[in-house]
Nanobody
Framework: QVQLVESGGGLVQAGGSLRLSCAAS????????MGWYRQAPGKQREMVAT???????NYADSVRGRFTISRDNAKNTVYLQTNGLKPEDTAVYYC???????????WGQGTQVTVSS
């Protein structure tokens, strides 16, 4: 069983920054695709950014150039650096771990990010 614990959310003014962290338990972190997703009120959950075991990244168009995903395999942790935050970035941000061709799929409990205008 894998547990994901997010931290780093909060309230920030437009243009500000936050660094989200997600710590994973277990030994499969190194071979996993890690991702950050978000869900705003009344909207579906959407992909924000992903990073695979080799360090290749993928971003949603809405955050490319403002957000950066990274991982530290020694600490079993994935990060999301968010810069230039906008009110439309307000959402609950979830950490995700996928491994073994999607047979393993875990979610964190979420961390709230609120951006005021």
């Amino acid at each position: 069983q894998v547990q994901l614990v997010e931290s780093g959310g909060g309230l920030v003014q437009a243009g500000g920054s936050l660094r989200l962290s997600c710590a994973a338990s277990g030994s499969i972190f190194r071979i996993s695709v890690m991702g950050w997703y978000r869900q705003a009120p009344g909207k579906q959950r959407e992909m924000v950014a992903t990073i695979d075991s080799g360090g290749s990244t993928n971003y949603a168009d809405s955050v490319r150039g403002r957000f950066t995903i990274s991982r530290d395999n020694a600490k079993n942790t994935v990060y999301l650096q968010t810069n230039g935050l906008k009110p439309e970035d307000t959402a609950v941000y979830y950490c995700n771990l996928r491994a073994r061709a999607g047979m393993l799929n875990y979610w964190g409990q979420g961390t709230q990010v609120t951006v005021s205008s």
